[in-house]
C-alpha cells in the first residue's frame, strides 16, 4: 500500500509563490506516476499536474501552465508543486495522487493512491 503525505501548504498573497512537497511510502517510488489535483468545496477534483514515472515527462492543466512546476526526487521518494503567480481562485485543499503505470490522465478515478490534502489559501 501506498502512504502519501502532502505539506507545504499556506497562505500567500496574490501573486506570491508556495512550494507543495508530497512525500511517498509503501512502493518503490520510480514505480509510480505523480499527479497533483485542487479541490474547492461543493466542487469536483480538478487536476493539476502529473509527471510520468517512466521518462518524467510532465503535463499540466491550461491554467497553470506557465506558472505552476512539477518535478519529482526518486532518490528523496517526493513530488513537488511550485506554485507560481497564484491567484485568489487557487484557494483549494491540494491532493498529491499516484498511479501504477506511466500514463499521465486527468481524471482523478484513474489514481489509486490519495493523500489527505494540503491548504493553499491565496488572499486577494
Known amino acids: 500500500q501506498v502512504q502519501l503525505v502532502e505539506s507545504g501548504g499556506g497562505l500567500v498573497q496574490a501573486g506570491g509563490s508556495l512550494r507543495l512537497s508530497c512525500a511517498a511510502s509503501g512502493r518503490t517510488f520510480e514505480s509510480l506516476t505523480m499527479g497533483w489535483f485542487r479541490q474547492a468545496p461543493g466542487k469536483e477534483r480538478e487536476f493539476v499536474a502529473a509527471i510520468s514515472r517512466r521518462d518524467n515527462s510532465t503535463d499540466y492543466a491550461d491554467t497553470v501552465k506557465g506558472r505552476f512546476t512539477i518535478s519529482r526526487d526518486n532518490a528523496k521518494n517526493t513530488v513537488s508543486l511550485q506554485l507560481n503567480s497564484l491567484k485568489h481562485e487557487e484557494t483549494d485543499v491540494y491532493y498529491c495522487?499516484?498511479?501504477?503505470?506511466?500514463?499521465?490522465?486527468?481524471?482523478?478515478?484513474?489514481?489509486?493512491?490519495w493523500g489527505q490534502g494540503t491548504q493553499v489559501t491565496v488572499s486577494s
Open positions: 495522487a499516484a498511479r501504477d503505470y506511466y500514463n499521465i490522465y486527468h481524471e482523478s478515478n484513474l489514481y489509486r493512491y
